[in-house]
């Protein structure tokens, strides 16, 4: 699992399938700590390292996979390369990045970004990159040396109980950019963007908010 922050994806992985082990790396030491506290399991193992220079010999793992990590690197080639190395002849090398571009928003938090840009004029988010549109991640994927290349876009649904809910989740996530662009805004602006992200994302009869997001994989 490269780039395992908490190892909440390794703990997905545990829940629906039994690895014979499984290891997560990540370059934060505390995220690291984090993840061994936290995801007990025997075949579970944690390690400090990046995804550039992965600690590991090569055809090590028969799958190698990273979740909403790939737009965070900055040597995505090296990395590609990394984790292609990694694997063993015939395995497999499976990750995905929220689907953005400079017009195109499909992360959790596209409402508020849009809204942030209307009122504030600009927006602290975190990269964007080639790889996370379809063509960029074949490309990206094809010069790295890959075969049997599939590329697809997963669309997933979301609902909180009402705008509140969503509100606190999606601003009170520090130190997420989006989140401190909304703190950095005045009082008046921020109601702004609330009026703003409250009409992008209509609430049901119940009150609550429901809306999807994509990752291209």
């Not at 090398?93 to 953005?100: D, E, I, Q, S």
């Not at 997963?154 to 401190?180: G, K």
């Not at 005045?186 to 908010?209: C, F, H, K």
């Amino acid at each position: 699992d490269v780039g395992c922050g908490t190892g909440a994806f390794t703990g997905l992985i545990l829940a629906q399938a039994v690895p014979q082990k499984i290891v997560g790396v990540d370059p934060s030491p505390p995220q690291v700590e984090h993840a061994k506290r936290t995801v007990m399991a025997p075949q579970a193992e944690f390690h400090t390292g990046t995804a550039i220079d992965l600690p590991f010999g090569t055809g090590e793992f028969d799958a190698v996979v990273s979740a909403l990590v790939i737009h965070f690197i900055e040597d995505r080639p090296k990395a590609f390369r990394e984790m292609l190395r990694v694997a063993r002849p015939g395995g497999i090398v499976g990750g995905y990045t929220w689907r953005k571009s400079p017009t195109i928003i499909d992360a959790p938090y596209g409402a508020l970004v849009r809204a942030v840009k209307e009122i504030a004029g600009d927006v602290m988010q975190s990269p964007i990159v080639p790889e996370a549109m379809p063509d960029g991640m074949r490309a990206a994927l094809t010069a790295a040396g890959y075969e049997n290349i599939e590329v697809t876009t997963i669309e997933a649904s979301q609902t909180f109980r009402d705008f509140e809910d969503y509100w606190t989740s999606q601003t009170a996530t520090f130190p997420h950019p989006v989140a401190r662009s909304v703190a950095a805004l005045s009082v008046q602006d921020r109601e702004r963007v609330r009026d703003s992200v409250g009409t992008a994302l209509p609430a049901a009869a119940d009150g609550s908010i429901t809306y999807s997001s994509r990752v291209t994989a």
